[in-house]
């Protein structure tokens, strides 16, 4: 698969499995090629495939999440999205999570910081855009552990 990424001094990069490569435009402008490539590129498959993953990805997240976190986790997946929205038992500070979490290289992201809302300050956001390995599973589980951990006190 093949991506054009134009910027504002009129090149293109041309990124391929091989690497990346500048080619310098001559003729048309940056909304024609555009255009071109949302037209001839298969950009409709790309973005069913992508889709379909991210079903997935959710999916396998989701589950795992089942096996590891402690019972009364309640879980938002919005329709078509890869971001997991984790409402976790009201002792549970979002913003310490992270810090905790940080420190074993999971990133996840305190609700508390992308609302206004108090009422967030339990809740945590995952991202499920990246394929579900068995790291993944692992950093859940983790990630279940430090939960457990920090509702003892």
Not at 32 to 40: G, H, I, K, Q
Not at 116 to 136: A, D, L, V, W
Request: aromatic share 8%; charged share 25%.
């Amino acid at each position: 698969m093949r991506f054009v990424v134009f910027s504002p001094v009129e090149t293109a990069l041309s990124v391929e499995s091989t690497g990346v490569t500048r080619k310098t435009k001559k003729s048309k402008s940056t909304i024609e090629d555009l255009a071109d490539f949302l037209r001839n590129w298969h950009y409709d498959r790309h973005l069913r495939k992508i889709r379909t993953a991210f079903k997935n990805q959710v999916s396998c997240t989701i589950q795992a999440i089942g096996r590891s976190f402690p019972e009364g986790t309640k879980l938002s997946a919005p329709p078509g999205g890869y971001i997991l929205w984790v409402e976790l038992d009201g002792r549970i500070d979002g913003i310490e999570l992270f810090k905790l979490a940080w420190e074993k290289r999971i990133c996840i992201m305190p609700g508390a910081i992308t609302t206004n809302s108090n009422g967030s300050k339990n809740c945590i956001r995952i991202s499920c855009g990246h394929p579900f390995t068995e790291r993944s599973e692992q950093g859940i589980q983790t990630l279940g552990r430090i939960i457990a951990g920090m509702m003892k006190y």
